[in-house]
């Protein structure tokens, strides 16, 4: 049987990272969540004081950065230069400052040859906003993930909370739409759905049923 390259994309908050985890777990593939390339980028910006608006100084960084992802038992290990930022990479800060390292184009270049090392061999389940489009054109699998801007806001808020950032849920709403308007009009790679990318919206569905939906085009594919 085959390992597959599975590709998710989709905009924020369309539960991206929960389903490609699970999907995995579900198959027994490795998960790689680009994201986090860009989120330990930003962070090392961050920490260093580099403008979040210097492409050059960003592009030189991310070339003077190295970044792992390792597989875990709860998903996945991200090390920067060595360091494990798995949780330090999750603030809103963070976040922010992903979503504006990830519009320029030297930086994309540098991180999606670094994913598409990651998961050239196969049986990965990889998830991003270009994964489909830019990073693997060819996967056997592309799923393209959404929901109502509404319940996505929702899910975004929710995390939040959880990690004790005080936003309102209108804030959130904003945050969402702004993070969309930049996603899709971006001049590198923006978010659009592949044109062989399956959609999954999951608006009324939890991140279990979602899973197991993608795992059995998985299984329909290795078997195919």
Same mark, same amino acid.
């Given at each position: 049987m085959r390992k597959l390259i599975i590709a998710i @994309? #989709?905009?924020?908050? !369309?539960?991206? !990272?929960? +389903?490609? *985890?699970r999907v995995a777990e579900l198959l027994g593939y490795t998960y790689l969540d680009s994201g986090? &390339?860009? *989120? $330990? %980028? $930003?962070?090392?910006?961050?920490r260093r004081s580099v403008?979040?608006?210097?492409?050059?100084?960003? /592009?030189? %960084?991310?070339?003077?950065?190295?970044? @792992?992802?390792? *597989?875990?038992? @709860? #998903?996945? *290990?991200?090390?920067? @230069?060595? /360091?494990? +930022?798995?949780l330090p990479i999750r603030t809103a800060d963070v976040s922010r400052g992903a979503s504006h390292v990830a519009v320029i184009p030297g930086v994309r270049t540098v991180l999606v040859d670094e994913q598409r090392r990651a998961g050239s061999r196969g049986g990965v389940v990889m998830e991003g906003r270009d994964i489909g489009t830019v990073v693997f054109p060819g996967a056997d699998l592309k799923i393209f993930l959404d929901a109502s801007v509404e319940v996505r806001a929702e899910r975004r808020w929710r995390e939040h909370e959880q990690k004790g950032d005080q936003l309102t849920l209108a804030q959130v709403v904003q945050e969402v739409h702004d993070r969309d308007l930049r996603d899709r009009s971006r001049a590198a790679s923006?978010? +659009?759905?592949?044109?062989?990318?399956?959609? +999954?919206?999951?608006?009324? &569905?939890?991140a279990e049923e979602t899973a197991r939906v993608i795992a059995q085009l998985a299984h329909e594919r290795e078997n195919g």
């Open positions: @994309d #989709g905009p924020v908050g !369309s539960g991206k !990272s929960t +389903v490609a *985890r986090a &390339m860009y *989120r $330990a %980028l $930003a962070l090392k910006a961050i403008n979040l608006d210097d492409a050059a100084a960003l /592009e030189t %960084l991310a070339r003077a950065t190295h970044i @792992d992802l390792q *597989r875990a038992t @709860d #998903g996945q *290990r991200v090390l920067l @230069d060595g /360091e494990d +930022v798995s923006p978010l +659009v759905r592949a044109a062989d990318a399956v959609l +999954v919206d999951n608006t009324a &569905m939890d």
